[in-house]
């Protein structure tokens, strides 16, 4: 199988790694000074099980030098996303099955409008993995994990290019799964990642830490509350109890960890603010849903986003 990933980050480089490793033709690509080590040196990814090393020549670095790729991964950060689609552009060929693996829950519509002749799907993985230095990724211990599907009913050519994709990652050692309801998986992780990202980076708290004290502890359950309040409202099919089921999960868990967007307020990058906790606060407004918490961690946090995003440019 002929794949790209782009945006060849903690999520996009480990799954494409894993495929390369498998021995399907895999092209990453990436920006700035991670491109450009990748460039020279390959791409390493330190896993719990090893350490699998991408070749130079199979890093690209930009999207508009990719050749007819039969599936595409599509990781970069959600607010590159409408850059991101917009430069594949023709490079794409009708029918390429476009798998956004993003934080959020609107990605797929603005890949959608970018490029139309393809076949979107939603994604959600599980990983804990971050860039440790450029051309190198670290990859924690925890669930390794890719859950894809079409939205709504798949017509048969959708539904075995799925198969196919599949069966690809299952054979590569990758922990996959084709869901039955993407748009509801991708809420339930939305619901976790915009709370539990949201209060690591308010606080600068690990999610232990966190959860070991009653009063953040409740703190959390309000945003996540909120977010699924959100959902339900949107129509979208959570079960009664996911919340409870959620916060039982992470007691059994050594919960060392922090999130993306306290990894990227403490570097001074850009942090997705808006498709994280600014979409709850928009979709509640309309909505007519209250989101004090969210709305509390999105203002405190968005200046930071704005002053790292000016440096950016």
Known sequence: MRLAVIGAGGVGGYFGAMLHAAGHEVVFTARGAHRDAMRSGGLTVVTPDGVLAVPPGACTGEEGDLRDPETVLFCVKSYDTERAAAALGSRLREGTVVISLQNGVENEEVIRRALPRCRVFGGVAYIYSTITRPGEITVGAGPRRMVFGPFGEAEPGLRASAEALLEACRAARISAELSGDIMADLWKKFIFITGAGGLTALTRLTLAEILAVDASRALLADAMGETLAV???????????????????????????????????????????????????????????????????YAALLPYHIHNSEKRL
Not at 270 to 289: N, Q
């Open 231 to 297: 959902a339900r409202a949107r129509g979208v099919a959570v079960e009664e109890g996911f919340l409870d089921g959620l916060f039982a999960t992470l007691r059994r868990f050594d919960n060392g960890t922090r999130s993306s967007l306290y990894y990227d307020l403490v570097n001074g990058k850009p942090m997705e603010i808006e498709a994280l906790p600014g979409t709850v606060v928009r979709l509640g407004a309309r909505l007519g849903v209250p989101t004090p918490v969210n709305r509390t961690i």
